[in-house]
């Protein structure tokens, strides 16, 4: 069946360091795949999506590339903040509008 | 953007009685809508799609007759949790897709609400 696997968290990084957290999937046909986040006793967001191969989603400095080829759907950013402190899960839907989530990537931005 | 609400965002209740959890698409008609569960430390689990107008479609090794689902309307869904028990305490979540229901690829965001809390005594 489907699945998304994520790195083990939790990631801590200094502020303004690169972050990568990894995520590859396995799925049947073209998913869509997603980043949300949930910042500490929220719910999730949408962070940025990609709906093909080779579609870069993007927002708030984060970004990640599907990559048909790995199947993976890495997200990246240049220069982490404090604010940035969340769970991260990456995320795939195909033909029907179920979500299959990943087990989530707390990352802790240390000032 | 568009905005779910969840009521309540914390319950605590005794074992045994019934809770009733409220989520609200408040600015989008929502012809799905989903629950899921969260664990400590873990990833959502759903639980059940919710059609507005239909029965719920539950996912493998959840009680139907448990955790009653409701969908009165394109804005409203309803879970219940019947006869609580310590081992049902955990964060729910719902979200909805604001799309016209058709049958396809699911590019559509979920716009997820901001949870509830249950506790069970």
């Known amino acids: 069946g489907d699945s998304v696997t994520q790195m083990e968290g939790p990631v801590t990084l200094s502020e303004e360091a690169f972050l990568t957290i990894n995520c590859t999937y396995t799925?049947?046909?073209?998913?869509?795949l997603f980043w949300y986040v949930q910042y500490p006793g929220e719910g999730l967001q949408l962070l940025l999506k990609?709906?093909?191969?080779?579609d870069k989603g993007s927002n708030k400095g984060f970004e990640a590339t599907y990559r048909k080829e790995t199947t993976s759907f890495h997200l990246e950013k240049g220069s982490v903040q404090v604010s940035d402190s969340a769970v991260y899960f990456c995320?795939?839907?195909?033909?029907?509008?179920?979500?299959?989530f990943g087990t989530g990537t707390r990352l802790k931005v240390l000032a | 953007g568009a905005v779910v609400s969840q009521h309540p965002s914390r319950v605590i209740c005794k074992s045994g009685t019934s809770v009733k959890i409220e989520c609200r698409s408040l600015?989008?008609?929502?012809?799905?809508m989903f629950w899921y569960r969260q664990f400590p430390k873990k990833s959502l689990m759903l639980m059940a799609t919710?059609?507005?107008?239909?029965?719920?479609?539950?996912e493998q090794g959840v009680e139907k007759d448990k955790f009653l689902i409701n969908h009165a309307s394109l804005t409203l869904s309803t879970l219940t949790v019947t006869s609580a028990h310590p081992e049902d305490s955990s964060f729910y979540i719902c979200?909805?897709?604001?799309?016209?229901?058709?049958?396809?690829?699911?590019?559509?965001?979920?716009?997820f609400g901001p949870g509830t809390r249950l506790t069970v005594l």
């Open positions: 979200s909805a897709t604001r799309t016209s229901g058709r049958v396809g690829k699911g590019t559509d965001t979920q716009y």
């Open positions: 799925a049947t046909g073209y998913p869509s």
């Open positions: 990609a709906t093909k191969a080779d």
């Open positions: 995320a795939l839907n195909t033909v029907t509008y179920k979500y299959i």
């Open positions: 600015d989008f008609q929502a012809t799905t």
């Open positions: 919710s059609n507005e107008g239909s029965k719920a479609t539950y």
